[in-house]
């Protein structure tokens, strides 16, 4: 069974440019979440959709962050403009549902950093 | 709201010795529990998860951890740990309506020979 697909794996760019992050899920997973994770920190969430539609996005800094997920199967993540606070790696999980007791299988993730 | 607090950063160990990473949660639901492993450049691996039943759980790479209510505590053992244990391991907690994952802040342990 492939796994949780994202591209690119490594991100440059300098302050106040746009980047976009794509994420392709495990095939049926109806919930697909987007997380920061900061150097020394733990995962955070920054968006939670369930197929096409936003489920969680208390998180996401909606001035310059935007999320996507079309036809309910890939999304991207968009930076605009970026700041040097967004340099962090991004992951993107994906789970069958929003049952509580489903397993998130994560990517490899996005490293970005900002310069 | 539900929280994880993993008090320590970075537990250093010697190969073969036990090890315990320390994990306790909040929570105003009934909650799910896991741990996840995270080597150097990779994504999350599920380690074992606590959903219900017994309250010791084991996992892969001969982990185990051990859901106390009363303490609101999961944390996670292994007897005797090798070198390849060595990376990073985040505690997490979800509930409620939504499935909504929060991780604690990590533990990093290293193995030394």
């Known amino acids: 069974e492939a796994g949780v697909a994202q591209s690119p794996r490594y991100k440059i760019i300098e302050k106040r440019q746009s980047v976009a992050f794509w994420c392709n899920p495990i095939?049926?997973?109806?919930?697909l979440y987007w997380y920061q994770q900061i150097l020394g920190q733990g995962p955070k969430l920054l968006i939670q959709?369930?197929?096409?539609?936003?489920?969680?996005d208390s998180q996401l800094p909606k001035d310059r962050f935007s999320a996507e997920r079309l036809k309910g199967v890939d999304s991207t993540l968009k930076i605009q403009p970026a700041k040097l606070e967004d340099s962090a790696v991004y992951l993107c999980?994906?789970?069958?549902?929003?049952?509580?007791?489903?397993?998130?299988?994560f990517g490899q993730g996005t490293r970005l950093t900002v310069v | 709201a539900q929280s994880v607090t993993q008090l320590d950063s970075q537990v250093p160990v010697f190969e073969e010795a036990p090890v315990e990473l320390r994990c306790n949660y909040s929570s105003s639901v009934s909650v799910y529990l896991f741990w996840y492993v995270q080597y150097p450049n990779q994504g999350l691996q599920l380690l074992l998860k606590y959903l219900s039943g017994s309250t010791l759980v084991k996992g892969i790479n001969g982990f185990e951890a051990e859901f106390n209510k009363s303490q609101t505590s999961f944390h996670l053992r292994k007897p005797s740990v090798h070198i390849s244990d060595t990376a990073e391991y985040f505690c997490a907690v979800s509930g409620g309506a939504t499935n909504k994952l929060i991780f604690g802040t990590g533990t990093l342990l290293a193995v030394q020979p």
């Open positions: 095939s049926g997973h109806a919930t």
């Open positions: 999980a994906s789970s069958l549902g929003l049952s509580s007791y489903t397993e998130a299988f």
């Open positions: 959709f369930q197929n096409n539609g936003v489920v969680d």
